[in-house]
């Protein structure tokens, strides 16, 4: 891995650095469900919260994409982004109502639709002759980094300043590390040629070529959406009772998956029929979830979350590092900008039904019976993938 990291284009290694850097603060984003449940708020109160911030990332798309209609530079982008994902975390420090909340989590609503930028750069400054391997690093990477703050807060978090009050010296932290990143990106990260647009509510703009792909995803981001990571918090940590640093110990097997994703796939660039064994991993992952509800021994709870956690981010790793790679493979230069914001865009409306509606599922159902549903899901993702690997054979190794 370390050879592969030296081939890669200085431009290719500053973006991934930025990545692993910029994954630590993006803690204080991955414990925000943790953080609300501590405070006191039930489930469908997050759901509302989360379809809400989705609804002002609508709302950003369309101003936004009026404002800049001849596109804005990704490096700008990525610095707002970030030195405004500092001001938020400030907000969740000193936050004493919910509206505080709603505040925060709307500027990140509206300002999201900026993200399109870190596809675009990502296709101008990785080497085309190597996507799998480039991809493999990008989530290797970022993900060991993450492993070390997920650890450290957790452990903080539970044992030496527990509480709300352990939660807004934390924000604080992660808000600091946020202002840093942004001066990161002024530093290092490059200009590009083109320019970052953001596209309507369309699918009209997917070629034949890229249509199985797009489905694909969106059937995967639907399964994900169906089964969200404040469900599963929910679930572990107010029906389970587990404390904040075991939820932390499962959720770093998350970060050692995606690095050994990364490595698997670095040694197996090409070979895309493995997307369709990590599709079904990713799917039998969810539905050892669900079978948590047959046991009540906590231990037994937090392995078979352990075996979730782990096999799910094994699987999203293989099949995203290959996904991604035969998606930008078919990407026209000249429209990539405009192929990206309208994936964005399918997957801003996925994000603002689903949380209400995975809420509802939990609450009336069965706390666990969203992975259930996630499972079926997933599965119907491997349907449009057999248009694609069956005429993609000469990419196999």
Same mark, same amino acid.
């Given at each position: 891995m370390i050879d592969e990291w030296r081939k890669l284009p200085i431009n290719a290694r500053r973006l991934i650095i930025y990545y692993s850097i910029s994954t630590i603060p993006l803690v204080g984003d991955i414990f925000l469900p943790l953080y609300l449940y501590t405070r006191g708020w039930e489930l469908i109160e997050v759901g509302f919260l989360l379809s809400f911030g989705f609804v002002m990332?609508?709302?950003?798309?369309?101003?936004?994409?009026?404002?800049?209609?001849k596109? /804005?530079?990704?490096?700008?982008?990525? +610095?707002?982004?970030? +030195?405004?994902?500092?001001?938020?975390?400030?907000?969740?420090?000193?936050?004493?109502? #919910?509206?505080?909340?709603?505040?925060?989590y709307s500027i990140w609503g509206f300002l999201a639709p900026l993200s399109v930028a870190y596809q675009t750069i990502e296709k101008e400054v990785y080497p085309e002759t190597s996507y799998d391997v480039t991809f493999s690093l990008h989530m290797a990477f970022p993900n060991a980094t993450q492993l070390i703050g997920m650890i450290v807060f957790g452990y903080y978090l539970t044992y030496a300043?527990?509480?709300?009050?352990?939660?807004?010296? /934390?924000? /604080?932290?992660?808000?600091?590390?946020?202002?840093?990143?942004?001066?990161?990106?002024?530093?290092?990260?490059?200009? *590009? !040629?083109?320019?970052?647009?953001?596209?309507?509510?369309?699918?009209?703009?997917?070629?034949?070529?890229?249509?199985?792909?797009?489905?694909s995803e969106i059937l995967i981001i639907f399964g994900y959406q169906i089964a969200p990571q404040f469900i599963y918090m929910n679930y572990v940590f107010n029906i389970a009772r587990f404390n904040i640093f075991m939820i932390s110990l499962t959720l770093t097997l998350a970060n050692i998956?995606?690095?050994?994703?990364?490595?698997?796939?670095?040694?197996?660039?090409? !070979?895309?029929? /493995?997307?369709?064994?990590?599709?079904?991993?990713?799917?039998?992952?969810?539905?050892?979830?669900?079978?948590? !509800?047959?046991?009540?021994?906590?231990?037994?709870?937090?392995?078979?979350?352990?075996?979730?956690? +782990?096999?799910?981010?094994?699987?999203?790793?293989?099949?995203?590092?290959?996904?991604?790679s035969l998606f930008y493979e078919r990407v026209p230069q000249e429209h990539k900008g405009k192929i990206f914001g309208t994936?964005?865009?399918?997957?801003?409306?996925?994000? *603002?039904?689903? #949380?209400?509606?995975?809420a509802q599922i939990a609450t009336s159902i069965d706390p666990l019976s969203n992975f259930l549903i996630a499972t079926m899901i997933i599965l119907t993702a491997t349907i449009p993938y057999t248009f694609v690997i069956s005429v993609n054979e000469k990419y196999q190794a």
């Open positions: 990332e609508i709302v950003g798309s369309i101003l936004i994409g009026y404002l800049f209609d596109g /804005f530079q990704p490096k700008i982008a990525m +610095f707002i982004i970030d +030195f405004v994902s500092g001001v938020i975390h400030l907000i969740y420090a000193v936050a004493e109502q #919910p509206k505080q909340i709603y505040l925060a300043n527990p509480g709300l009050t352990g939660f807004r010296t /934390f924000y /604080f932290s992660t808000a600091s590390l946020y202002f840093i990143t942004s001066l990161y990106i002024l530093a290092k990260i490059p200009r *590009t !040629k083109e320019r970052t647009t953001i596209s309507g509510f369309t699918i009209s703009r997917i070629s034949k070529d890229l249509l199985p792909l797009f489905i998956a995606g690095v050994i994703g990364g490595v698997i796939t670095s040694k197996k660039a090409g !070979k895309r029929k /493995f997307l369709f064994p990590a599709i079904i991993t990713l799917a039998f992952s969810y539905t050892l979830l669900y079978l948590a !509800k047959f046991f009540q021994r906590i231990f037994q709870v937090f392995i078979l979350s352990c075996l979730h956690v +782990f096999l799910s981010y094994l699987a999203h790793t293989i099949w995203f590092v290959y996904h991604r994936l964005s865009s399918m997957r801003i409306i996925i994000y *603002t039904i689903t #949380p209400i509606i995975s």
